[in-house]
């Protein structure tokens, strides 16, 4: 089982990893307007197809190592395994590439959220309260700590509804 873990989730983290960085890295070397959204779009669509593969780890165990049976219980810990090792991958290529090649992202994320707030037709006062909320946000995310649980918090929630839904779908009994 822990064999069967360590492979899902490896391959699971190595695949949502590399779509993170070729996006984020894409993203902060373009120049002119960055559509965040989108990019955000396809971010959770790499974490889907990533987690793709905590369906086929607990079908694989249920099959091959198990005669065909697996319950609910273990099914959601093979799954929740499996997650817990392709978002701690995830958390530190984020880690990694955030310190080291981007440390500049969430100066731009907040100039350009800034911008769609004025273009909204916000008011100064809404304006300037937004960009102190930003700029608190901005000096607790320089602290690797508080940046690895908000990224585990982006990650996680996604691998756990894939891992329920598995779980779901192919528990079976005698």
Known sequence: MKKN???Y??????????????????????????????????????????????FVGIRNYRDKFNEGIIS???????????????????????????????????DKYAT?????????????????KQAEEIARFGKMYKNPLFNAMMTYMEILPVGLIVTLISSLILKRKK
Request: aromatic share 12%; net charge negative.
């Open 5 to 7: 873990i360590v492979i």
């Open 9 to 54: 989730g490896l391959i699971a983290g190595a695949i949502v990893s590399i779509l993170m960085l070729s996006t984020v890295n894409y993203l902060s070397h373009c120049e002119g307007n960055v559509d965040y959204d989108t990019s955000m779009l396809i971010g959770y669509a790499s974490m889907l197809i990533a987690f793709s593969l905590v």
């Open 72 to 106: 609910f219980g273990k099914a959601f810990k093979i799954g929740t395994m499996i997650v817990l090792i392709a978002s701690t991958i995830y958390v530190i290529a984020w880690l990694i590439d955030y310190f080291f090649f981007i440390p500049d992202f969430m």
């Open 112 to 128: 350009h959220m800034l911008d769609e707030l004025k273009a909204s037709g916000a008011s100064q006062l809404e304006i300037d």
